[in-house]
């Protein structure tokens, strides 16, 4: 069973840094797709950064230049460095998981992830 968990959210100000990890176990798939999505109140759950099983990225339009994602294979970890934080930032933010089906960069979509940690929070405040 697939299980993944999110840390390292909190409180910053405006231009300040977080770095999310996601520590992930139970996972068998040679060929994967895993991403960071975030949610503000009262607004649908969006795509931040993907990550497939080559290192291969996409990213959101409104962090590109600002979040990093990463992975760790030896650690099983993935990590979401974000840089020059904004107030528009602040959400919740989850780690996704899911097999790639043969993506050749894995979809900004939440529709395609099964599985899914239980969130972080990120606030910064102006």
Excluded: H
């Excluded at 607004?43 to 230049?65: C, F, L, M, P, W």
């Excluded at 993935?78 to 089906?101: F, I, R, V």
């Amino acid at each position: 069973q697939v299980q993944l968990v999110e840390s390292g959210g909190g409180s910053v100000q405006s231009g300040g840094s977080l770095r999310l990890s996601c520590a992930a176990s139970g996972y068998t798939y040679s060929s994967y797709c895993m991403g960071w999505f975030r949610q503000a109140p009262g607004k649908e759950r969006e795509g931040v950064a993907t990550i497939d099983s080559d290192g291969t990225t996409t990213y959101a339009d409104s962090v590109k230049g600002r979040f990093t994602i990463s992975q760790d294979n030896a650690k099983n970890t993935l990590s979401l460095q974000m840089n020059n934080l904004k107030p528009e930032d602040t959400a919740m933010y989850y780690c996704a998981a899911d097999q790639s089906y043969g993506f050749t960069s894995c979809p900004l979509s939440r529709n395609f992830y099964n599985y899914w940690g239980q969130g972080t929070q990120v606030t910064v405040s102006s």
